[in-house]
């Protein structure tokens, strides 16, 4: 679990937000990494001392390729354990722990849909990769600042997936000005008129074992700002569509050993419980969170 990755590739992700950097590691984590899982990445000022910052940063992996023995970690600097990292240089040697925490479980059959806000979308990479190869329909929605945003954060690489994809902005530069949920809210909409009539016509057919119901079909993911997320679990109840939500906490060990990213959760009693988003996590299923 603890492992060196090789510093292969470092860059800027996009010149338009300098902050956002694409680090990709070469090293065994790539064998049993999934989607949804993350690292914690050792980030030293070796010009202080070796354990300063004493904290190792959790960094989502946005796309596994074990063929490759490689995994990529995009990210955004935020503040002195990122700024650090972001000095890292190609042929250096990382401390790794991971992979670590439960990730996205993929629906058999189906389409994905997967709902993004800001950077939100890193982690939903590698998902819809999986999805892909597993012979799913996948389809994005995906909201951020403004066009040049979207751009630096790896617009080009989804539209080369050759998914159907949904693009919101707050200025309106680029896709539909406003919130990517009320683009949800609207897809769904549609979705469930076209499935409820499937339904329909199955029922007259008397081929009730050939049912599909909209929670049959969909199956959504999502990771971005929380309130974004409640909204989009709110959405996906409503239409009875199963959403798996990536949660991010401030964390300590990200081992589950220090308490530090507890969230709370109810079971299906209805009985408020405690989970580590770092163990447990960071993926639960939207309705079990308390938001
Ligand atoms: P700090 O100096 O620690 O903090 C700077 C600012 O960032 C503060 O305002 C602080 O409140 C905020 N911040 C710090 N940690 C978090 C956090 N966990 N959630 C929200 N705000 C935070 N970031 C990426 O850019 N790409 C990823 O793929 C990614 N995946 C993550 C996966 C998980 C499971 C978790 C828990 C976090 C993930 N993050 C990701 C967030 C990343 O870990 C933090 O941005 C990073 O730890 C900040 O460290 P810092 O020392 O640079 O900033």
Redo the contacts with the bound molecule.
């Keep these: 679990m603890l492992t060196e990755g090789l510093v292969v590739v470092h860059e800027c992700l996009g010149e338009a937000d300098q902050m956002l950097r694409r680090l990709v590691l070469s090293g065994p984590i790539a064998k049993t990494a999934k989607a949804g899982q993350?690292v914690a990445v050792q980030?030293q000022d070796s010009s202080i001392s070796s354990f300063d910052?004493l904290l190792r940063?959790?960094?989502?992996l946005?796309e596994v390729s074990p063929d490759q023995n490689e995994i990529t970690?995009?990210?955004?600097?935020?503040?002195?354990?990122?700024?650090?990292?972001a000095r890292a240089r190609c042929g250096e040697r990382l401390s790794v722990m991971g992979p670590l925490?439960n990730g996205f479980s993929l629906p058999e059959v189906g389409e994905l849909w997967l709902v993004a806000g800001g950077?939100g979308i890193?982690?939903l990479y590698a998902l819809a990769q999986s999805a892909l190869a597993q012979g799913l329909s996948v389809r994005l929605f995906w909201g951020g600042e403004n066009q040049s945003f979207l751009r630096s954060a790896g617009l080009n690489d989804w539209q080369a997936l050759g998914i159907p994809i949904h693009l919101c902005t707050l200025d309106g530069t680029l896709g539909d000005k406003g919130f990517v949920t009320e683009q949800l809210q609207g897809r769904l909409f549609q979705s469930f008129q076209l499935f409820g009539q499937t339904k329909l016509i199955n029922i007259e057919n008397q081929a009730n074992n050939a049912q599909h119901s909209i929670s049959e079909q969909i199956t959504v993911a999502t990771c971005g700002p929380k309130k974004m997320m409640q909204v989009v679990t709110e959405l996906c109840m409503n239409f009875a569509v199963p959403v798996q939500v990536?949660?991010?906490?401030?964390?300590g060990c990200a081992v589950g050993a220090c308490l530090g990213?507890v969230c709370t959760l109810v079971d299906e009693t209805g009985t408020l419980i405690h989970k580590k988003?770092?163990q447990d996590?960071?993926v639960f299923r939207g309705e079990e969170v308390v938001w």
Excluded at 57 to 60: C, F, H, M
Excluded at 246 to 251: A, C, D, H, N, T
């Design positions: 993350f980030v910052p940063r959790p960094i989502s946005a970690l995009l990210y955004r600097i935020q503040g002195r354990g990122t700024e650090i990292l925490g950077i890193f982690p990536s949660l991010e906490e401030r964390m990213c988003v770092c996590g960071p």
